[in-house]
């Protein structure tokens, strides 16, 4: 599949390094870039103050100011962050040139710990907008941190969650923050990926050609090591029409069922203490399909799905390194945002269950099946011996036993019924025979 990328022609400038005290905390700037930067970071004594000033000047919805990263850009982003998470001193850091004319690079100091800022801050046309709309990441290299990352994909189409997402970061010690640097909806040329007009081109968390994803996907490769792991936690907002009576609804990235202590569950019991009055959910509790994130292609490669097959391969299992959080206003006000830090503090990341082990392969979504036909229903298993039980749905509602046992080979051929009506709305479950909880819906046939 062919990705849009736009080069990088702008020439470049001279960097300029230096220091600055600021302000009653002694904020600390290395700051380092453009000779011009339109957004002045000595001008802030806070992260939430920075984020809330980068988030005002993104590129807003049908702005069409949106610029595709080349890959050269995200290659130089990669080698950016990688440097600052192995630490590497900033002030030794020379920003690449597809960067330079565009970021600035600075150790700020935020109530006594210290912290890299790494955000793109110019205006080179006056105009209010950052040129680009890339992404803002945040790093904190100091001690006792949390291998966790609070991602905000959406800053300005999920109100609040730039503010949310900074106050999360300081308040759990996370060691990285990652914030998309445009409306989702700014340009109305599709993403690649999906060719769906719900997903566009600046949308970082379905568009795999951008700064956020580069970040995100960077991180991981830090982190790809057997002797330590990391979460991302990628925050989101959803209205009251899509939420199906829900306040808070969380997911690995999939639609599978979560065991017991998984991440999403202790969030769940934390969040149900807290905060009583919350109708939070998981897969299982009220499926809320639509918001799963299982288009999410953060969630797809962080649930170990390869690099180049994200665009068109769904996570069917999933890893505990990616939690999907669905939530509507309420839960990221800021009286909320002490509930969030205590939940994700009392984490216990040393569980990690395993998933539930099904996923069907086939059909997939899309498919046609004419009556009387002979087709193939395909699956996966994982720690799964027993037969199972393959049934048929209309419209989310069960309308027909297909098999009550088969071997759990991976394959059963099924004639299409001829007293099925017509229909777009037809899936197909897959479970353990034994265990209700075993199992995986096929997408739309």
């Known amino acids: 599949m062919t990705h849009a990328t736009q080069q990088d022609t702008e020439t470049n400038i001279v960097r300029r390094s230096g220091r600055f005290i600021f302000g009653l905390l002694l904020a600390l700037i290395l700051a380092q870039g453009t000779q011009a930067a339109s957004l002045d970071l000595n001008n802030y004594t806070t992260l939430n103050e920075i984020v ?32 600052i998470l192995n630490g590497q001193d900033p002030q030794t850091i020379n920003l690449p040139a597809s ?34 709309g890339w992404a803002t990441v945040i790093i904190n290299n100091g001690i006792n941190t949390q291998n966790i990352s609070i991602d905000i ?17 300081k308040g759990t010690n996370a060691r990285t923050f990652v914030m998309s640097g445009a409306h989702r909806d700014a340009n109305d040329v599709l993403a690649p ?10 949308d970082a968390a379905h568009n795999k050609a951008h700064t956020f994803h580069a970040v995100v996907e960077t991180i991981d490769q830090y982190y790809d090591n057997p002797l330590q792991t990391h979460t991302a936690f990628q925050f989101h907002g959803m209205g009251e029409e899509s939420s199906n009576g829900l306040d808070v609804y969380m997911t690995h990235g999939t639609k599978r069922l979560p065991l017991a202590n998984s991440v999403v569950d202790q969030i769940k019991s934390d969040l149900t203490f807290s905060q009583p ?18 288009g999410n292609l953060q969630g797809r ?17 999933y890893t505990g390194q990616f939690v999907h959080v669905e939530q509507i206003d309420i839960a990221r006000e800021t009286n909320a945002y002490d509930e969030w830090v205590q939940a994700l503090n009392n984490i216990n990341f040393n569980i990690v269950p395993a998933p ?7 059909p997939n979504g899309g498919e046609t099946w004419e009556i ?71 997408d739309f046939t």
């Open 372 to 442: 009387g036909t002979q087709v193939s229903i395909a699956w996966n298993t994982q720690n799964s011996p027993e037969d199972v039980n393959i049934a048929l749905y209309k419209d989310g509602s069960h309308e027909k036993t297909i098999t009550h046992a088969t071997a759990n080979d991976g394959d059963y051929t099924w004639v299409v019924d001829g007293n099925l009506t017509e229909g777009a709305d037809y899936t197909v479950r897959i479970k353990n025979t034994t265990d209700t909880d075993d199992r995986d819906y096929s």
């Open 356 to 362: 539930p082990g099904y996923w069907i392969t086939s």
């Open 193 to 202: 990926c999906f060719n769906d007009p719900k997903y566009k081109i600046a």
């Open 99 to 132: 960067l330079q004319n565009h970021y600035t690079l600075a150790e700020f100091v935020d109530n006594g710990k210290t912290y890299v800022v790494l955000a793109e801050t110019v205006d080179g046309d006056n105009n209010g907008v950052a040129d680009k």
């Open 153 to 169: 994909p959406h800053p300005l189409n999920d109100s609040g969650t730039p503010e949310q997402g900074i106050a999360i970061f």
């Open 277 to 294: 009055t919350w109708d939070v959910a998981v897969p299982g509790d009220l499926v809320v399909s639509e918001l799963n994130g299982i």
């Open 52 to 83: 809330v000033a980068i988030k005002n000047n993104m590129p807003d919805e049908d702005s069409e100011q949106y610029t595709v990263p080349s890959q050269q850009v995200q290659n130089d982003l990669n080698q950016v962050v990688t440097d």
């Open 301 to 317: 490669l962080l649930n170990d799905v390869h690099p180049d097959a994200i665009c068109d391969v769904r996570a069917y299992s």
